[in-house]
């Protein structure tokens, strides 16, 4: 079975950096939208960064960008999200997702309902 597995979450002070990393159990993902969504209590799901297999084209939301890179290694099937800057705001969990309906260089999309294959989650932990 496919999964997704992501790592690298945890606590950090404000202004701190995390890098999450998603390994993904094989190289069908190479080829397909992948992104990362985040959750906090209360709160629905929201995508934070989504990008292209060949990295033509990718979304960041608002408030990320200049803070957040999303990037990938798709000879490790890897997707990594690096985050800088890290806000108290930015407390979530995490988590990597990919589209396995684009397989195109420039659409991006961003709604869940999008992602057919999900990782368990990472907790990050923005303190004040």
């Known amino acids: 079975q496919v999964h997704l597995v992501e790592s690298g979450g945890g606590l950090v002070q404000a202004g701190g950096s995390l890098r999450l990393s998603c390994a993904a159990s094989d190289d069908s993902f190479s080829r397909v939208v992948m992104g990362w969504f985040r959750q906090a209590p209360g709160k629905e799901r929201e995508s934070v960064a989504t990008m292209t297999w060949s990295g033509d084209s990718n979304y960041y939301l608002d408030s990320v960008k200049g803070r957040f890179t999303i990037s990938r290694d798709n000879a490790k099937n890897t997707l990594y999200l690096q985050m800088n800057n890290l806000k108290p705001e930015d407390t979530a969990v995490y988590y990597c997702?990919?589209?396995?309906?684009?397989?195109?260089?420039?659409?991006?999309?961003?709604?869940?309902?999008?992602?057919?294959?999900w990782g368990q989650g990472t907790q990050v932990t923005v303190s004040s």
């Open positions: 997702a990919a589209a396995t309906n684009y397989g195109g260089r420039y659409s991006v999309p961003t709604q869940p309902r999008a992602y057919d294959y």
